[in-house]
T-cell receptor
Framework: KAGVTQTPRYLIKTRGQQVTLSCSPI?????VSWYQQTPGQGLQFLFEYFSETQRNKGNFPGRFSGRQFSNSRSEMNVSTLELGDSALYLC???????????FGQGTRLTVV | QQQVKQSPQSLIVQKGGISIINCAYENTAFDYFPWYQQFPGKGPALLIAIRPDVSEKKEGRFTISFNKSAKQFSLHIMDSQPGDSATYFCAALVTGGGNKLTFGTGTQLKVEL
């Protein structure tokens, strides 16, 4: 059974640009959550999608957005990139609400 | 506001020893507590999880102890091995509130030969 797949694995962007990250959950999983991991702030929740609806949102500015498609695949978008957005962005999928979350390997975003 | 506090930040244990990582939470609505293991360059992997209706859960060399009244829980790794060297995160979730995990700050474990 394939795990959570995140693409791309690495990304370098310039300040002011925007970026889209992709996440394919485990087959059959309907919940997809996104987290930002940095050395200073640790793992922080961005948002969660379930059946194409945003169910939860963390304390991040509106530059961070996401969506989920009918096949449960999810994308997150960051607009007007800032240096502080450099981080490992992790996607986690769950079968449904309140079930174990399985993480992908992440996308390493570097903003220069 | 840090809702889940984790200690220690780093830990060095001799091979065969017991590694102990502690977490404390503030939000009494939390009712699911997983532990994750993360190796460099990898995403966190679910290790073991507990719900507050039990005080202890064991899976192989990994044990979670849970103290509901103290709002604390801990991970014990018995017979620690060099392959256990990784960063460990405790987390908490409110069931019914969606899959929104609140993580501790992480503990970097090194198991020496």
């Amino acid at each position: 059974k394939a795990g959570v797949t995140q693409t791309p694995r690495y990304l370098i962007k310039t300040r002011g640009q925007q970026v889209t990250l992709s996440c394919s959950p485990i087959s059959g999983h309907r919940s997809v959550s996104w987290y930002q991991q940095t050395p200073g702030q640790g793992l922080q929740f961005l948002f969660e999608y379930f059946s194409e609806t945003q169910r939860n949102k963390g304390n991040f500015p509106g530059r961070f957005s996401g969506r989920q498609f009918s096949n449960s695949r999810s994308e997150m978008n960051v607009s007007t990139l800032e240096l502080g957005d450099s981080a490992l962005y992790l996607c986690a999928s769950s079968l449904e609400q309140d079930r174990e979350a399985f993480f992908g390997q992440g996308t390493r975003l570097t903003v220069v | 506001q840090q809702q889940v506090k984790q200690s220690p930040q780093s830990l060095i244990v001799q091979k065969g020893g017991i590694s102990i990582i502690n977490c404390a939470y503030e939000n009494t609505a939390f009712d699911y507590f997983p532990w994750y293991q993360q190796f460099p360059g990898k995403g966190p992997a679910l290790l073991i999880a507990i719900r507050p209706d039990v005080s202890e859960k064991k899976e192989g060399r990994f044990t979670i102890s849970f103290n509901k009244s103290a709002k604390q829980f801990s991970l014990h790794i018995m017979d620690s091995q060099p392959g256990d060297s990784a960063t460990y995160f405790c987390a908490a979730l409110v069931t019914g509130g969606g899959n929104k995990l609140t993580f501790g700050t992480g503990t970097q474990l090194k198991v020496e030969l």
